[in-house]
């Protein structure tokens, strides 16, 4: 296949796979609008759209089935196509956000997490009033970083959709010493915000790397030291809930120090719904999923391909 023909085959995955328009294709290509048209055509009369299209349905079907067996999941749902960074995320997160639209039900207590996977659900809820439905983060926040981490428009964003009543964390992600920490805890109204995070019969939450570029680690909440012990023995987060290979929590330190939901307080929960979008965060997830962590499952066709080969791998398999 020459290299135009292959760019054709990305634009009408992107296309008709991840419904993106024509103007998020040509940037996610770094072409022309025109150019995308063209590209399109030339698909469909290489008979590429068929393929592309029905195929990437019929495999993800296939992965849905081994996940759910693999890992004892309520809920998968996939979306297809490359990955091509904001655009992947963008059809994860629309998947998402209809999934939490179904499970959200009257007098329900969701607890949310944040950073860019689960604003990217937020974006896309739509209007689905309940009544008496309380919306908890579930961890404090960053509140001087040079990265925007949409807390607020996150949580703002999931309260409209549900006329919900929110309940925020207003407090940092990790003190500087523990017994900071243990101290605010004991303020009646962070409490109380702690408490319904726990009660929560519902979390909506994603699994982050563990990589230099990622959001804590470019915080100065993180000592040097802190940073290279992750680095090397932690494989991601959960509500920024660093853990092993094993899916244990690592560096006890840094954990009494933190302002989030506990994994063990995540696994009681009835549903877990995890958001992840992006190959690269396939190895973290398959240990959370291993774990016992994620009930209800959102992710794309590659992640998932890569998740099943790491327990297979693992497993012997």
Known sequence: MDPREAQALDAATLYYGLGSSQDEVARALGVSRSTVSKLIQLAKDRGYVEVT??????????LVQALSERFGLAEVRLATGPDHGDLILTGVGRLAARLVEECVQDGDIVGLAWGKTIHAVGRQLRPTPRRGVQIVEV????????????????MTAFCEAFDAYPRS????????????????????HIREVLELGRRAGTAVFTVGGTSPGSTLFGSEHLQESERQFL??????????????????????DLAERTVALRLEDLKAKERRICVVAGSARARALAVALEAGYVSHLVTDEATAARVLAIAGSATGA
Request: proline residues 6%; aromatic residues 6%.
């Open 53 to 62: 299209v029905r195929d990437p349905r019929e495999s993800a079907a296939e």
């Open 231 to 252: 680095l090397a023995n932690a494989v991601g987060d959960i509500c920024s809930r660093f853990f092993d290979s094993r899916g244990r929590e690592c560096l006890p």
């Open 139 to 154: 961890k404090g926040g960053i509140p001087m970083h040079s990265r925007r981490t949409h807390e607020y428009e996150t």
């Open 169 to 188: 964390l207003l407090v940092p992600i990790v003190f500087e010493r523990a017994s900071t920490r243990r101290a605010m805890e004991e303020e009646s």
